[in-house]
């Protein structure tokens, strides 16, 4: 369902999602998930904003329990450096965000448990999503590197075989 757009840009929630985000509010943790989710929103609006400056027609981005995906209508094949800097753009805004709040800390001006939860859940997404599989971020800079090597389809295949391996684990 969508419940929002950004720029052109539409964002949806899975149904399911919401039954999630009833399972954290019932062991009282629905602002830790609130937060997880506004990091990955980010993370996604980082992809698609990338995406439009370089001329690809974006759709907008769905959220589901375990993680968001950005859509564009455009096909990347043969674009291998935007890609790549595209599939960067959400783990770089992880670490953006990492880094300030740890300078914040650092310094004295963010304190406590709710900084500590930020610095790790941008920490954990970026390290996720730098996984050379598909469909994370990480395995679409693979796929760009590899595929004049092994063919694009070939490359595709294998590296989304090594992300449904990750995910049955």
């Known amino acids: 369902m969508e ?5 052109g840009l ?7 999602l919401l039954l999630v985000l009833l399972a954290y509010a019932a062991l009282g943790e629905l602002a830790q998930a609130f ?3 506004s990091l990955v929103i ?11 400056a370089y ?16 859509y564009c209508e455009d096909l990347f094949e043969g674009r291998k450096v935007e890609e790549s800097i595209m599939a960067l753009a959400g783990p770089v805004f992880n670490l953006t965000l990492l880094f300030a709040a740890q300078a914040l800390r650092w310094e004295g001006y963010w304190t ?3 900084s500590e939860a930020f610095i790790q859940f941008n920490f954990w997404l970026a390290v996720f999503n730098l996984l050379p599989v598909l469909p994370l971020d990480g395995g679409r800079v693979v ?7 092994f063919g694009f389809v070939q490359t ?10 990750i995910g049955g684990l």
């Open 3 to 7: 419940v929002a757009r950004f720029q």
């Open 10 to 16: 539409s964002i949806k929630i899975h149904p399911t």
């Open 35 to 37: 937060l997880v989710f």
């Open 42 to 52: 980010g993370h996604e609006l980082a992809h698609l904003l990338t995406a439009k």
């Open 55 to 70: 001329g690809f027609r974006v759709i907008g981005l769905e959220l589901f329990p375990f993680g968001g995906a950005a």
């Open 112 to 114: 406590g448990e709710l």
């Open 143 to 149: 796929r760009a590197l590899l595929s004049d090597a």
């Open 156 to 165: 595709t295949k294998t590296l989304a075989r090594g992300g449904q391996f």
